[in-house]
């Protein structure tokens, strides 16, 4: 008994817009941690409100290593109030300058939630940024705060400003250009955007947001007779006194150092002894 012929079915082809787009989908996209600088009309919300945004993608490459990637950029927002003569002496954007500019929350999820996947967002000082990039407006992402990396990854920086460190590190590929004027949103990331690339090529991006999620760990003690010192190089009674300090990153860097010496743990960069232990 002859056997029936396999039935062949033949497909059209799609158009050349959907191909794109399918041949993009099955192409594997980068992970993307992005930088985010805003600049304000004051410190906190609701009292005060976001006058532009600026950011810069550093991405995950095919060889491992964290980059760059894409040109960034910047949106004027109408803070929907005056700007405070004392703000605008920092940023120099005016009434005018974001009278016609869109809301806020008419741009902060395209800025807060990218495509490439975003697997994280980062800020110097970050606690800044979220007070005014809530989780609703971010998708309640995870975020990456550059400052308490460079305490733990460079402590014997002079200062963790972004800018001192960009002076002090000298990051490779950065534009001195393209990071002015200081105390905009666009160059702001971009700057930090070299420190954060640096960092993730340094440790995970799961460490950077475990050491983003506690107190900054400070380097050196920050005022008193002992300032400038090491705290392991301080007295104990000294120590003490620091434990109950009204500053929290103060008092966890305490906490911290009274364990090491307890035999519990470790603050600031170990001693070529401790690292042959």
């Known amino acids: ?28 996209q980068p992970q993307i ?6 600049e304000t009309t004051g410190s906190a919300p609701p009292a005060h409100a976001v006058c ?12 491992g290593r964290w980059e760059l990637y894409g040109e960034g950029g910047n949106i004027l927002v109408n803070p929907g109030r005056p700007m405070p003569a004392i703000t605008q002496a920092v940023h120099h954007i005016r009434d005018e300058d974001v009278a016609d500019a869109p809301w806020w929350h008419d741009v902060a999820r395209q800025v807060l939630d990218p495509y490439p996947r975003r697997v994280a967002l ?3 000082r970050s606690a800044f940024e979220e007070q005014f990039c809530t989780p609703a407006l971010t998708h309640g992402a995870d975020w990456i705060c550059t400052w308490k990396c460079a305490l733990r990854l460079w402590p014997d920086s002079p200062s963790f400003s972004n800018q001192v ?34 960092q993730l090529n340094e440790a995970s991006v799961a460490q950077l947001i475990q050491w983003t999620s506690e107190p900054g760990l400070l380097p050196r003690v920050r005022y008193g007779p002992d ?9 104990e ?14 008092r966890y860097t305490a906490e911290t150092e009274m364990a090491r010496r307890r035999g519990g743990g470790h603050v600031g960069r170990m001693t070529p002894q401790e690292l042959l232990l």
């Open 1 to 28: 008994m002859p056997t029936a012929p396999y039935l062949t079915l033949a497909f059209p082809a799609p158009p050349p817009h959907i191909a794109r787009h399918m041949s993009y989908a099955r192409r594997p």
């Open 52 to 63: 532009e945004v600026g950011w810069q993608d550093v991405a995950l490459g095919a060889d």
């Open 237 to 250: 009674e000294s120590l003490v006194k620091f434990l109950t300090d009204r500053d929290p990153d103060v």
């Open 122 to 124: 980062a800020a110097h």
């Open 165 to 198: 460190l960009r002076y002090w590190r000298k990051p490779a590929g950065l534009e001195h250009e393209r990071g002015l004027p200081a105390h905009r949103a666009f160059p702001d990331a971009y700057v930090t955007a070299h420190h954060l690339r640096d």
């Open 227 to 235: 300032r400038g010192k090491e705290w392991r190089e301080i007295e």
């Open 33 to 38: 941690v992005r930088v985010i600088d805003l």
